[in-house]
């Protein structure tokens, strides 16, 4: 199963593809989204199975109108899966994870309706959110076969 994985922090993505990889699963990681669209249109040669996607990164790969939805950068992770992802497969949404410090604010901006199908795991959280992303990835690689 491929993932990608678009994660601005070095950090946090280095750590989660090497756990990731660990696991068995191929990891195309997106440090932008720039990278994240060239693997989502190389998808017919390197199908992509399931994305992680964090939501504040630069909105630089964006159209103008696109940025201005990002609320600074805050929500520009969701722009992209919204405007590039699910319009072209929107059978992508049940694939989907996002993963993010901002999903107070993603919830306060965007209607559950549009997301619906995408699982959200804060970063932060009493439990291990590291733990349940892979829980997540296991489940979606499950349902795929």
Not at 12 to 17: E, K, L, N, R, Y
Not at 30 to 48: C, G, L, T, V
Request: overall charge negative; aromatic content about 8%; glycine content about 6%.
């Amino acid at each position: 199963m491929t993932i990608l994985f678009l994660e601005d922090r070095g950090s946090v993505s280095i750590h989660i593809t090497e756990k990731l990889e660990q696991d068995g699963y191929d990891v195309v990681s997106a440090y932008n989204i720039n990278d994240a669209q060239s693997a989502w249109e190389s998808r017919k040669e390197k199908p992509i199975d399931c994305l992680i996607v964090d939501l504040n990164m630069p909105a630089d790969g964006l159209s103008g109108r696109e940025k201005e939805e990002t609320k600074g950068g805050l929500l520009t992770g969701w722009i992209w899966l919204r405007e590039h992802v699910f319009k072209e497969d929107p059978d992508t949404k049940t694939k989907t994870v996002i993963f993010s410090e901002y999903l107070d604010l993603f919830r306060m901006h965007v209607l559950e309706s549009e997301y619906e199908g995408v699982v959200t795991i804060p970063k932060r959280a009493p439990y291990s959110p590291v733990e349940k992303l892979l829980k997540c990835v296991k489940k979606i690689a499950l349902e795929g076969r």
